[in-house]
Structures are given as structure tokens and as C-alpha cells.
């Protein structure tokens, strides 16, 4: 599988603090001067692109908390080679800035909720906003970042009894929600009991909606399974991470927000592209190196991973 997709974590800030992903002592931020500026965003992607990337995705931390964000998706919706842009958010933010996304030439977003219910949503992320949420996908599909996905995580005992109304969101709304593995990172986020394989949350929905049916989505070509609910005007997806190994199809790569290129998420070894830029390496060399990384992405596996934990704010989940 050929490694068409950078995926950028451009901040590691986040307006939430959801328990598997940023618990509470998780205060520590990078510094500003570590973290990539705008110009060297627009950089690294302008030279990846000339190594055969075309899809780009930012995510974060929370990317709408970045300073300047549009100004960024405008240069990368323009820059040669790249033909997708696209966004992960937690939609706090959206409904007042996805106007101004969609005209800079942001494509399409992915919006994470792993609950529709205000009590579990708050247990969750700490915050009550969760109709700043809704009203983000409602804008979303009304200014056609479209198709939008819905991602959540299920965790045992936290919002497991979510499972069937994040479903029936697909039947209502044009939207493909994606159910993803738990996937523990470090040792203060939840617990890895917590986690609910593919195979009973696809059991749940099947118990209340009937079988599922085999969906092919026209965008993305990631891991993710796809399947449809009888007469549904969207989609059901699974990430099944940690359930299934798809390394071989995986087709990404992932740039931290202080300049980290990893060729996986579970990937020990990251090579430090921020100290190229600022050493004043030409395209050329730095092309030279990507083109290397790229090569070597599939010698990775989470099997043969010795990651042993990483932060999904500051490498971009
Ligand atoms: N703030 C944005 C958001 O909430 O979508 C973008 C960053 S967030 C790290 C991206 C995605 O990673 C979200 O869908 C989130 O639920 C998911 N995520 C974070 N930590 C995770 C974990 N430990 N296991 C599985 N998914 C995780």
C-alpha cells in the first residue's frame, strides 16, 4: 500500500479533556517556539507532496484552537499535489467557523462525540457542550463539509449504553458515524479493561437494528470497516485498531506538532523534521529524507512496535 495520506497534529491544546485521550494532571504543554509554525506546515506538505502525498488531514490536540487555522487550510487547500484536506475536530468550535473553513477550502470533517446524552458527554470530556457539538455537525452537513464522519470511542461502563443512539444518528443524518477501538497510550488514561472490541459494539447495533450490510464509502480508503443499517440516509464504520492488525493496508503517515515524523502511531522511532527546517536543509535534502521515511513506513507493525506509550494530543489522533 502506497503512503498517500500526512496526517498533522497542529497543536497540542485541547478544549476538552476526554479520560482516554487527556486526564485531568495532563496539564504540561509544549512550548511555542517548539511547536511548527504555519510557514513550516505549508513547507513540510508542499514537499511531501512532491513525494507522491495527495490527502492531508489536521487534527490535534484541537485544531479550531489553533491561531490562524484557516489561513493554514487555505495554503494547503492550494498547495500542487494536494487533493484532499480535511479536518478531525471535536466540533466544539465548528458551528461558527465551518463558513469560513468550507470557503478557504477545507473539503470535509471528521467530528468526535462519544455521547448524545449531556450527563455522559460531561463524564467524558469534562465540559458540558455538548450542543455546541450537534450544532457543529448540523453546520457541517448545512455547508457541505460533507460527506461528514462521526468518530467515537466506546469504553466499557463510560458509554457503552451510547452505542445504539451514536448508531441511529446514521439513519437519521448523512453521516457515516465510526465506532473506534479503545486504544491505551500511556499509563494515567483509562484503563485498558475499558476497551470494547469491534465485534460486541457491531453486536449491539445488530441486536437493535438488524444485520448490517457491506458499504463501500467513496472517501477515505483508510482501515476503517463500512457497513450500512437498512434504510439509512448515512453509514456505519469501524476502526477496529487494536481488535484487528491493518498495518499491511494502512496508508499513512503522521507529522507532530513539534515536527515529528512518525510513520506510525506506534512507531518508536520518529525522525525530527523540525531540526531540518531550521537548520536551513534545502528541499532537496529534506525531500531526500522523506522520500527514505516513507520507504521504511512499512517495516512498522503494532506488532513489532516498541512504542510504550505516546501522547494522541501532541502526535495527532
Ligand atoms: N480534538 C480533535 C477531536 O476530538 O476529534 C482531534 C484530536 S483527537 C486526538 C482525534 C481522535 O482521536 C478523536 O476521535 C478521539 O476520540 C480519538 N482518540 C483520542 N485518544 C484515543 C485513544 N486513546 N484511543 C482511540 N481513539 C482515541
Known amino acids: ?25 495532563d496539564c504540561a504543554f509544549i512550548k511555542d517556539k517548539e511547536i511548527l509554525s504555519l510557514d513550516e506546515i505549508h513547507r513540510v506538505v508542499r514537499l511531501f507532496a512532491d513525494c507522491g502525498i495527495d490527502r ?18 487555505e495554503k494547503l487547500a492550494a498547495t500542487k499535489g494536494i487533493r484532499e484536506l480535511t479536518l478531525t475536530t471535536n466540533g466544539v468550535l465548528l458551528k461558527q467557523m465551518a463558513d469560513e473553513l468550507k470557503a478557504a477550502g477545507l473539503n470535509r470533517v471528521n467530528i ?36 461528514v464522519k462521526i468518530n467515537a470511542v466506546i469504553l466499557r461502563g463510560i458509554n457503552h449504553s451510547q452505542v445504539v443512539s451514536l448508531a441511529r444518528m446514521s439513519i437519521d443524518l448523512p453521516v457515516t458515524v465510526r465506532f473506534i477501538e479503545y486504544c491505551p497510550t500511556n499509563k494515567d488514561t483509562q484503563p485498558a479493561e475499558d476497551y470494547m472490541p469491534y465485534g460486541e459494539i457491531r453486536r449491539i447495533i445488530e441486536g437493535e437494528f438488524g444485520a448490517l450490510f457491506d458499504a463501500t464509502i467513496g472517501h477515505g480508503n483508510g482501515p476503517a470497516l463500512y457497513f450500512k443499517i437498512k434504510n439509512s440516509a448515512g453509514a456505519i ?11 499491511e493496508t494502512c496508508n499513512r503517515i503522521r507529522l507532530s506538532c513539534d515536527g515529528k515524523i512518525k510513520p506510525c502511531l506506534y512507531s518508536a522511532q520518529d525522525y525530527d523534521i523540525r531540526q531540518l527546517i531550521r537548520e536551513g536543509t534545502s528541499d532537496e535534502q529534506i525531500k531526500s ?29
Do not use: W
Not at 58 to 69: A, H, I, M, Q, S
Open 237 to 247: 464504520g469501524f476502526i477496529a485498531g487494536r481488535s484487528t492488525i491493518f498495518c
Open 56 to 73: 492531508v488531514r489536521l487534527t490535534g490536540g484541537e485544531p479550531l484552537l489553533r491561531k490562524n487555522v484557516t489561513s493554514l487550510v
Open 1 to 25: 500500500m502506497s503512503v498517500k495520506c500526512l496526517r498533522i497534529s497542529v497543536t497540542d491544546r485541547c478544549n476538552l479533556r476526554c479520560v482516554y485521550c487527556r486526564p485531568l494532571h
Open 112 to 147: 468526535s462525540i462519544d455521547s448524545l446524552e449531556a450527563n455522559s458527554y460531561r463524564q467524558i470530556t469534562g465540559y458540558d457542550c455538548l450542543s455546541n457539538v450537534v450544532g457543529g455537525i448540523q453546520k457541517a452537513i448545512d455547508v457541505g463539509l460533507q460527506p
Open 289 to 317: 529524507h522523506m522520500i527514505k521515511i516513507i520507504a521504511q513506513k512499512h517495516t512498522f507493525t503494532r506488532l513489532n512496535s516498541s512504542a510504550k506509550e505516546f501522547s494522541m494530543r501532541k502526535v495527532g489522533g
